[in-house]
């Protein structure tokens, strides 16, 4: 059935029922937020000295969820208008936790596969074989904040077709799933923004096409920034979301290539381009939300191809309902970046911050830290949250003009120095940038973090953040980390943070499976878990076994407000699990994982050739883009020229064949915990996560604040 705007309406004010009035409240006052600027987009790049820009015709995004990860092919068209051949570079954000493992190049409408090559040798061929005048296709990882897929010799005239895949575990919290397809840049790489200009519309066609599959009964979808879209329930366990510009349809692979082959320039480029163009200037967030009845669970889901020993394993661990609610007055510490790119966005930061600080507990005490090249502190200590000092802090914050560059140390540095041994306190940090002034290196950061008694939250806004270092900032200090995209449901989004602040939460997490040979666990130290969250681990498993089954085990441990405690279930690893062959991606998502832990080393400790080697090792066995791999396209006969093997070929035509395959099975139910169920009652859910109003709403605010005032909506 077809689900209209009206659902849509329906979905929010279900959130809005669970939230406490001034809530409410905020979101309305907050509507009234004038559109200021406006960030960045995913889009062909042009030297900003050149005119001989590409057009990108077609952008069409085919999203499949199920069994726990999402995967995710963009299809591209490029074409080269001018009377010269010419390069084309492609720039989009990097997906959170997205492992990019297949790339293909259209030439002579033959699909060829890229490999995986060391990220030098890599773009030392392709330059060779852009300057002998051949075809080449690259894709390479700009750290965190980019990929770029550059593409050689388009001749004049003509038209090139790129796919690109990626994969990604999808997470649920509380009892809410979310997947964003992330187009806004953010507009933070200084050096970018003055080297090229960039191209975000679409000429000729657009779509978007998600296929949801589930063992679990999902309630309802939602795309907070696109209502127009097109949702469907196809059955009790699969739904489809669609978008499409003006006039396009998604379309099947085939028809696709179909069109393409017959589709002449002149029809892509004049008379279709008015009616379809459109713009890469959104992130496309899908939301889905699981019913209060939906249940603790334990899922497991194994891969190990046939006639091999060593399989992989993807657990989760879905926890009950049973972290118990905060009460007490808490200490928090607000530290706010005010540098040059919060032109815009600052004031109405003041306005969240005046706004919030009013409804805060009075036993509550609170200090605010700004920073941009230096670090200031508003407040003269630390002062409960009455009427008088709230007007008091307001009265400063609104005289105050937006700095130049990011010291995000100096912040952090200074915030920590103002910690009350006596009180439980928690640090609150919201950036939208990149530290670019003052101590830099990740290890700074941890080790500041380390020295103190302190729990950071951090809200990342944007897709071109520095993640790593935000991330591994909040993990060294057990507390979490919220990216956060324009186009997020922000009710949704206070109502999940308030409840981890006003419930207790799991630290020193540790889970152990038993009665089967496992290892390669990743990531190998979990840290702390709050309300509502997932875990979800990597790992090896080997079947030492024959055609017997055995009983497993699954522990978790963990301290909750100081105490011990253990969660335990026990299933049979039967011969569907032992020899399960339809999920080979889980390949690629534990490999990424344990990159991801690898390069995590290499922040903190600084360069060592052994790791940056084992990370390519790792990159170029299972095919996946890194800081230290990139993937490469030549003519079919020059791979061997170049001694280069055609492994990842192999993988991505074994991945192509299991998805079909699980077409026709039909939708697996992966729990493995139903019959000795680790938890009892079911998984926390938004309606009983309410309660007063704390700093997270307020960060939470400011960010709608952003939200609105990073892209023109009025």
Partial sequence: MSVSQESNVNFLQKYCLSTSLFTRFILCVLGVLTCIAQSQAAGLMTPNNSNEALDLLEHHVEVVIENGYAITSIEQVFYNKHT?????????????????????????????????????????????????????????????????????????????????????????????????????????????????????????????????????????????????????????????????????????????????????????????????????????????????????????VTYKAEGANKGTYMLTITPGDDLKPIVEGRDWIFVLDYSGSMQGKYQSMVEGVKQGLGKLNPEDRFRVVIFDSSAKETTPSFVHATAQNVAQQMRILEQRQVGSSTNLYEGMEKAIRMIDADRTTALLLVTDGVTNTGKTEKRQFLDLIKGADVRLFTFVMGNSANTPLLNGMTQASNGFAISISNSDDIVGKIIEATSKLN?????????????????????????????????????????????????????????????????????????????????????????????????????????????????????????????YTSMLILEEQLFEAYGIEQSNKKRVSNEQAAREQRKLAGVQNNRVDQQQPMYNGPASNHSGGGGSLTPFMLLFIIMLGWARLTKPKC
């Fill in 84 to 300: 010269q051949n010419l390069e084309a570079i492609y720039s989009f954000p990097v997906p959170k936790k997205a492992a990019v493992g297949e790339f293909t190049y259209w030439l002579n409408n033959t699909p060829i596969t890229a490999e995986v090559v060391a990220k030098k040798q890599a773009r030392d061929i392709y330059e060779k074989e852009k300057q002998a005048g051949r075809n080449a296709a690259l894709v390479e990882q700009d750290d965190y904040r980019t990929f770029d897929i550059s593409v050689a010799n388009i001749q004049a005239q003509q038209k090139v077709r790129t796919k690109l895949t990626y994969i990604q575990a999808v997470h649920i919290d509380t009892s809410v799933g979310r997947y964003v397809y992330p187009l806004e840049n953010g507009g933070v790489d200084e050096q970018s923004l003055q080297f090229w200009t960039q191209n975000d519309t679409v000429e000729a066609a657009f779509s978007f096409t998600l296929n949801f599959r589930s063992a679990y009964p999902v309630e309802q979808f939602r795309l907070p920034q696109h209502p127009n879209a097109t949702i469907e329930q196809l059955s009790a366990q699969e739904w489809r979301v669609s978008i499409a510009n003006q006039g396009a349809k998604a379309q099947t692979a085939q028809e696709q290539n179909d069109a393409f082959n017959a589709q002449s320039t002149e029809q892509s480029t004049t008379s279709s381009v008015n009616q379809y163009a459109h713009k890469l200037d959104t992130d496309i967030l899908v939301y889905w939300r699981y019913p209060q009845s939906h249940p603790a669970h334990v899922d497991l």
């Fill in 503 to 627: 419930h207790a939460a799991m630290h020193d997490v540790d889970i152990k499976i038993s009665g089967i040979k496992v290892s390669d666990q990743t990531p190998s130290k979990i840290g702390s878990v709050y309300r509502g969250q997932q875990l979800i681990v990597f790992g090896h498993f080997w079947d030492n076994n024959g055609d017997k089954g055995n009983q497993v085990s699954v522990e978790l441990s963990a301290k909750i407000a100081g105490e011990n405690i253990r969660y335990k279930t026990e299933f049979e690893f039967d011969q569907a699990l032992r020899q399960n062959a339809s999920n080979p991606e889980l390949e690629r998502l534990w490999a990424f994982a344990k990159i991801e832990e690898l390069e995590n080393s290499l922040r903190y400790f600084g360069q060592d050739s052994d790791t940056e080697q084992a990370i390519t090792d790792l990159a170029i066995e299972y095919g996946l883009v890194t800081n």
